[in-house]
């Protein structure tokens, strides 16, 4: 999942210029996409482990972590029958949401915007229509909540669910895989045309694979898992809502409204994710398919669960403000630094930001150097990284679990900034050295 970032560079706007490959490897002839040169994740050794042990993970945190406890453990409860983790129905109800998904994305509303050049200078086309496609699930899942369907089937069968998506994403990622063979090499992601099956197959072999206009990559990182995490957390809301009717589950609604914001943030500025790194590097493999339809909406959901299981947890109402405005100043922090480059990439001279400073590269960008950019190299992962931290302050301090997701977040972000530098450093060259020595912190002022 990649949540909003940067926009389409105006200087790219047009095919094959001098940095066509957006991808920080420069454009080859004929948009040729060149074997994978360095690995990351650990290489396949990596990829493998990865693959195998973040599925496991997901079930650990689900099992070490329910009503009746929740404690770091080597030997969680596990269930009795096979029943409680796979369940057809709910399988079926799982496949029908990914449709339903489909079809809001289909719909021929929304404008049509044009992604970073590929390698051969071409340039996809993309619907984007994610705001809509929220405030319609958001819309009939009130709708349901009326009619009294029982919305809290998704915390009743979760395990199933989670099962659900674990099989969808893997089945995916086979699909995609096997899609990429047949696929014309300028097709294929540079990250991941190693030619080791493991490691292509981890990070995606195929750039952008489509069915017709159907992007799969684009789908999958802004749909179902995304939009399912704030329909999960409503359905928690309900459930803790429906069993403690006179007491207002006030730090799961607050944790709830910062996610639904979060998420609403992202699709609003959707078009912005088509100049990430997840978009114009990385292929479409088992990394992002689990990461978006299983990792996202069943680890990041694990506050709000926390929070309906352990009712109880409650805290004085000046801390609660005090969570509330750490969440603000994170989302303040994420937005106003996205939203700047975003600006100054669009256009330098803009009114915004024609006051920031900048230095030149070889490419024709620049990059800023006062302003919010100024500040660290990666003021936005600042900000996202605090609100994810106020996310699980509304748990208390009675279990490390929910502090899972701002530690593995950490790790992500720290890992993803590393990942960034070393493109940034092909791309810019010295320019990026001085960039570096001009604002020598990464992501934590003073710390790294
Ligand atoms: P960034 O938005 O930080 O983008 C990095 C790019 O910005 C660089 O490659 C470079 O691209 C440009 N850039 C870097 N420094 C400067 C500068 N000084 N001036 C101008 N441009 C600069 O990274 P991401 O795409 O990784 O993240 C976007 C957002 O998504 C972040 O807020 C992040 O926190 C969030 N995110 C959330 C995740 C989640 O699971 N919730 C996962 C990953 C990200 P160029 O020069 O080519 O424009």
Request: glycine share 8%; proline share 6%; net charge neutral.
């Amino acid at each position: 999942m990649q949540t909003n970032g940067t926009s389409l560079p105006h200087s790219l706007d047009k095919p094959g210029g001098p940095s066509a490959a957006k991808d920080g490897t420069m454009a080859q002839d004929n948009g040729k996409v060149p074997q994978t040169a360095h690995y990351e994740f650990g290489g396949p050794v990596g990829a493998l482990f990865i693959m195998i042990s973040l599925p496991v993970f997901i079930y650990y945190l689900y099992f070490a972590c329910d009503k009746n406890s929740c404690a770091v453990t080597l030997l969680p409860l596990l269930p009795g029958s096979w029943d409680e983790i796979f369940d057809l129905q709910v399988f079926m109800i799982f496949l029908g949401w990914v449709a339903f998904q489909a079809v809001l994305y289909m719909l021929p509303i929304g404008k049509k915007v044009k992604g970073l050049p590929l390698r051969t200078g071409r340039r996809l086309q993309y619907r984007m229509n994610g705001l809509l496609a929220f405030v319609i699930s958001v819309a009939l899942f009130a709708a349901l909540v009326y009619y009294q369907y029982p919305v809290t089937i998704l915390y009743d069968k979760f395990l199933p669910f989670l099962t659900s998506s674990v099989i969808f994403s893997a089945a995916l990622s086979v699909f995609v895989y096997i899609k990429s063979l047949a696929a014309p090499n300028h097709a294929l992601a540079a990250g991941g045309n190693s030619g080791n099956i493991i490691y292509d197959f981890f990070i995606g072999h195929e750039l952008n694979p489509r069915l017709g206009n159907f992007d799969i990559k684009i789908f999958c990182e802004l749909r179902p898992g995304l939009i399912g995490w704030v329909l999960i957390d409503l359905a928690f809301v309900v459930k803790s809502w429906t069993d403690f009717p006179d007491n207002p589950p006030w730090c799961l609604l607050a944790v709830t409204f910062s996610q639904v914001l979060y998420v609403a943030d992202s699709l609003w500025f959707e078009e912005c994710i088509l100049s990430t790194m997840d978009i114009i590097h990385d292929g479409f493999g088992f990394m992002l398919s689990f990461g978006d339809l299983a990792w996202v909406p069943f680890t990041y959901t694990l506050q709000a669960r926390y929070l309906v299981d352990h009712p109880e947890k409650t805290m004085p109402s000046y801390c609660l403000m005090a969570v509330v405005a750490l969440g603000f100043l994170g989302y303040y922090i994420f937005r106003a630094s996205n939203s700047q480059k975003n600006a100054f990439r669009q256009n330098p001279h803009g009114d915004g930001v024609k006051h920031l400073q900048s230095i030149p590269t070889a490419t024709g960008k620049r990059l800023l150097v006062s302003g919010w950019w100024g500040l660290v190299r990666h003021p936005n992962y600042l900000g996202d990284l605090i609100l994810a931290l106020s996310w699980s302050l509304y748990c208390g301090f009675d279990s490390i679990i929910p502090y899972f997701y701002p530690i593995y977040f950490t790790v992500l972000l720290v890992h993803r900034c590393l990942r960034d530098a070393a493109m940034c450093k092909e791309k810019y060259g010295e320019a990026w050295d001085r960039y570096c020595q001009k604002v020598p912190y990464r992501i934590f002022p003073y710390i790294f």
